[in-house]
C-alpha cells in the first residue's frame, strides 16, 4: 500500500477532485487527508501554532503509512481563507517553507485548485 499526505479544506468541493489528482499525479493508492477551514492561510502564519497542532497526524502518514509526499491545497472560492487567487498562492509558498522547517522525511508540494476545477503545483523539490 502507497500513501500519500494532504492537507486540505475542510470545503466539500476540493476533496476529490485532490485525491484523484495526486493518485494519478503520484501513483499512490491512498490520500491521507487532515483538513482544516482555509488551511493555507493557518499553515502561512508566522507562528507554527497551528502545525504543531497537526504535527501528530503528519507524522502518522508519514513514519507509519510511509507517505513520502506532503501537499498543501489552496483553492478558489475559500470561505475559510477569503483572499484573491495571487494571496492565496503567496501562503501557500509561505505554507509550504514553513512546513519543510519541520524536516519531515518527505516531499511538501503546494497545489491551488482553480474556479475551473484545474490543479497547479504552485512550489515543489
Ligand atoms: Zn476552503
Redesign the pocket.
Known amino acids: 500500500m502507497s500513501f500519500a499526505t494532504c492537507l486540505n479544506?475542510?470545503?466539500g468541493r476540493?476533496q476529490l477532485p485532490v485525491i484523484y489528482w495526486i493518485k494519478e499525479n503520484y501513483g499512490v493508492e491512498y490520500v491521507d487527508m487532515i483538513t482544516e477551514?482555509?488551511?493555507d492561510g493557518k499553515l502561512s502564519a508566522e507562528s507554527s501554532k497551528y502545525i504543531n497542532s497537526v504535527y501528530d497526524a503528519i507524522d502518522i502518514s508519514v513514519s507509519k503509512h510511509k507517505s513520502e509526499f506532503i501537499f498543501i491545497v489552496?483553492?478558489h472560492?475559500?470561505?475559510?481563507?477569503p483572499v484573491d487567487e495571487d494571496t492565496h498562492k503567496k501562503q501557500i509558498v509561505l505554507s509550504v517553507n514553513n512546513l519543510r522547517k519541520f524536516a519531515f522525511p518527505a516531499a511538501v508540494i503546494g497545489l491551488w485548485l482553480s474556479a475551473e476545477g484545474a490543479i497547479e503545483k504552485i512550489i515543489s523539490r
Request: glycine share 22%; aromatic share 0%.
Open positions: 479544506c475542510i470545503d476540493t477551514a482555509g488551511i489552496g483553492h472560492d475559500c470561505m475559510g481563507n
